[in-house]
């Protein structure tokens, strides 16, 4: 039994011996020699020797140093087709320009564009503004020109007014006066229930009130603040103000007074540089009071027409930041009184925007109204209802995002498109 168990361990022993002798050779592969330009073209795998660059010994790059070129300080004059003088350029800029950037040298600046003139922008935009019809001119004109006016089509001519945001008070009024002209008139077809309709609705908007922008005054440039709420689009009204300001042959100053939104001074100063207008900017998170005296004074040295101010977007439920705007045009009525006060509302906002437009009326006296976005909208009725809550006219009026895409209030003109062509 001794023996048996003997042969077994041995038996064992040289099957293992074996097994490690055979995984060696196995292993074993002979060594393919490595020359110096690289390995066999057959094998792409990496091998022992392969370099991961280049040898040491081959030729190597140059560095060479090259001199800027002496950037230019002689800014063109205001309104220079060349190119956009930007404040600090000017061999009189004072202590306050050493928070702006440097211009782009002349002959890299695009040249400056020809914008549209203003005169007829709403009637070229009629159609975009047509959109609001649907709710207000041509519901309203089939429900006047029907068969029989009736206590039930007199509620729905004024559900059409107050879902076109005309408001509650306008809305009364409108209807009475209505209802007055079609008992003594009457109109029992299109065209005599469009000119009634027309001749309510301008006695609404009003025709006598003066919309123009002061923009131009003696002896010293007119300073034109531009407020609003987050998100209505007060820096690209401005630019758009601007594009409309160099189209009457203005020269223009544009503050970037909204130091605290990323990239909005470097939003207005494209803008600027579109049409050759000078752009004041100060540092990031600085104060916009600062900037906008600065955006006043360089107005006046270089014998501007206007200033136009870019203020940040503020809630109207801040109090610090309606006083903060408080405070900017009380700096900036150190150089002389601020000629204008806008406020940029959006058109789709309906009534929300009247209770945003109380409060910024309570921190600065305001003098004209400009409605965004009043193509994307059915509601054609906030202008009256805005004039009418705060007692100040709508001077200007968006239509699109195009740069010209900025009209002057026509009264007339905006009528016509709400009623659409006469039948």
Known sequence: MELLILIVVIAVVALATMGLVVGSAVRRRPRRAVGRGGRSDTDLSPGVGDDAEAPRDSATRTIDDVGLPAASRTAPPLGDTTGVPVVGDAATAGPADTNLAPSVPPQQRPPAETPAPAAGRLVRLRLRLSRSQNA?????????????????????????????????????????????RTKVLGASTPTQARAMLRDELLAQVGTATDRSLRTSVPDRPAVVLVVGVNGTGKTTTCGKIARLLVAEGRTVVLGAADTFRAAAADQLQTWGERVGAVTVRGAEGGDPASVAFDAVKQGIDSAADTVLIDTAGRLHTKTGLMDELAKIKRVIGKHGPVDEVLLVLDATTGQNALVQARVFTEAVELSGVVLTKLDGTAKGGIVIAVQRELGVPVKLIGLGEGPDDLAPFEPEAFVDALLGEPV
């Open 136 to 180: 207000l001119g041509r519901g309203l004109l089939s429900l006047l020109s029907g068969d029989n006016l009736d206590e039930e089509t007199w509620e729905d001519v004024e559900a059409t007014l107050l879902v076109a945001d005309v408001g509650v008070a306008a809305t009364g009024e409108l209807v009475a006066a209505l209802r007055e």
